[in-house]
């Protein structure tokens, strides 16, 4: 999945977790009101003026109230300072919240499939649906793009992987919303039909992203790395660090957002122990400052001189 990746410019500025819980809380809120408008409005005209896709795409807009509500929950949880049971934290309720979302997706995007393809079976039984359908259509398809638009550039701001998902879930609501209001059109046209195809279209979207969500925040759960590009940009930043003379076994997992980094870093060996150690936490802090790096555990080893080799063997 494309969505959830972020820059690693290392002057791009770091957000704290207060900043980016508080950016969670105020965009989600905004997401909740237009949701809660749109759902309404879109399930009473849907029923009123006989649209299948209308009502279909009414009831993806409530579950985004509830994906809403799992993002707060979420973002309440992931704010918690590590503690005895938790000692990295709990970023990783983002990642459930992500995986919730996309199963909510799923679930949503399956049952309309099922809907639609029921209503296909008997096509006769499809009415004609009033015009006053299509204009509730284009307005929500406005909203929505207006409001995928508007979470998608406070997630990028503040990095924030569950944010994303979230603004990705609005815009699947405009796709729905604009395949919606064709169906009508071609309902309207004459050719009723259309209307329900609407909605499976509609349905299938739905599911695929769901999936793709959910599939993605299954890996970070289970300690998936990072991209490479990540990988190498950190990996930099060590090497680069004064005293330091090479890096190995450089691991990573996600935590959250967040990233949890082992990595081992040589330095000279005629050094010692407390000046090494000098070395592995100024790595350490470099990285943190740079990097989206929770935390780093460097295990030091020692370095020889390549023309010192003749005398390690002796």
């Given at each position: 999945?494309?969505?959830?990746?972020?820059?690693?410019?290392p002057?791009a500025?770091q957000?704290?977790?207060?900043?980016?819980t508080v950016?969670?809380s105020r965009?989600?809120?905004?997401s909740v009101?237009?949701?809660?408008?749109?759902?309404?409005?879109?399930?009473?005209?849907?029923?009123?003026?006989?649209?299948?896709?209308?009502?279909?795409?009414?009831i993806?807009?409530?579950?985004d109230?509830?994906?809403d509500?799992?993002?707060?929950?979420?973002?309440?949880h992931s704010?918690k300072?590590?503690?005895?049971?938790?000692?990295?934290?709990?970023q990783?309720?983002?990642?459930?919240a992500?995986?919730?979302?996309?199963?909510l997706l799923l679930?949503v995007?399956?049952g309309?499939?099922?809907?639609a393809?029921?209503?296909l079976q008997d096509?006769?039984?499809?009415p004609?649906?009033?015009?006053?359908?299509?204009?509730v259509?284009?307005?929500a398809?406005?909203?929505?793009?207006?409001?995928f638009?508007?979470m998608?550039v406070?997630?990028?701001?503040v990095?924030?992987?569950?944010?994303?998902?979230?603004?990705?879930?609005?815009?699947?609501?405009?796709?729905?919303?604009?395949?919606?209001g064709i169906?009508?059109i071609?309902?309207?046209a004459?050719?009723?039909i259309f209307?329900?195809?609407?909605?499976?279209i509609?349905?299938?979207?739905?599911a695929?992203?769901?999936?793709?969500?959910?599939?993605?925040a299954l890996h970070?759960?289970v300690?998936r790395a990072?991209?490479e590009?990540?990988?190498?940009?950190?990996?930099e930043?060590?090497?680069t660090t004064?005293?330091?003379?090479g890096v190995?076994d450089?691991?990573?997992?996600k935590m959250?957002d967040?990233i949890?980094?082992d990595?081992?870093?040589e330095?000279?060996?005629?050094?010692?122990?407390?000046a090494?150690?000098?070395?592995a936490v100024?790595?350490?802090?470099r990285?943190m400052?740079?990097?989206?790096?929770l935390?780093l555990?460097?295990?030091?080893?020692p370095?020889?001189?390549?023309?010192?080799d003749?005398?390690k063997r002796?």
């Amino acid at each position: 999945m494309k969505h959830t990746e972020f820059s690693d410019d290392p002057d791009a500025p770091q957000y704290s977790l207060e900043e980016r819980t508080v950016a969670a809380s105020r965009t989600t809120w905004v997401s909740v009101a237009v949701n809660l408008c749109l759902s309404i409005t879109q399930i009473i005209v849907g029923l009123i003026s006989k649209s299948q896709g209308l009502v279909a795409d009414g009831i993806h807009s409530l579950s985004d109230l509830i994906a809403d509500f799992v993002v707060l929950f979420a973002s309440h949880h992931s704010k918690k300072d590590a503690d005895e049971d938790h000692p990295y934290g709990h970023q990783r309720f983002e990642t459930a919240a992500s995986l919730v979302l996309g199963v909510l997706l799923l679930a949503v995007g399956i049952g309309m499939l099922w809907s639609a393809f029921l209503k296909l079976q008997d096509p006769d039984t499809v009415p004609k649906v009033h015009i006053v359908a299509l204009w509730v259509a284009v307005g929500a398809l406005i909203a929505k793009e207006s409001l995928f638009r508007y979470m998608l550039v406070i997630a990028k701001r503040v990095r924030s992987s569950m944010l994303v998902a979230n603004a990705w879930h609005a815009r699947s609501d405009a796709a729905s919303s604009l395949v919606v209001g064709i169906g009508i059109i071609g309902n309207l046209a004459g050719y009723p039909i259309f209307d329900p195809i609407a909605a499976l279209i509609v349905g299938f979207m739905v599911a695929n992203m769901g999936w793709g969500f959910a599939w993605d925040a299954l890996h970070d759960l289970v300690d998936r790395a990072v991209d490479e590009q990540e990988v190498a940009a950190i990996r930099e930043t060590l090497v680069t660090t004064p005293g330091v003379k090479g890096v190995h076994d450089l691991r990573t997992r996600k935590m959250g957002d967040m990233i949890v980094v082992d990595a081992h870093i040589e330095v000279d060996a005629t050094i010692n122990v407390e000046a090494g150690h000098d070395i592995a936490v100024a790595a350490r802090a470099r990285v943190m400052q740079h990097h989206r790096v929770l935390d780093l555990m460097a295990h030091v080893d020692p370095w020889h001189r390549p023309d010192l080799d003749h005398v390690k063997r002796h």
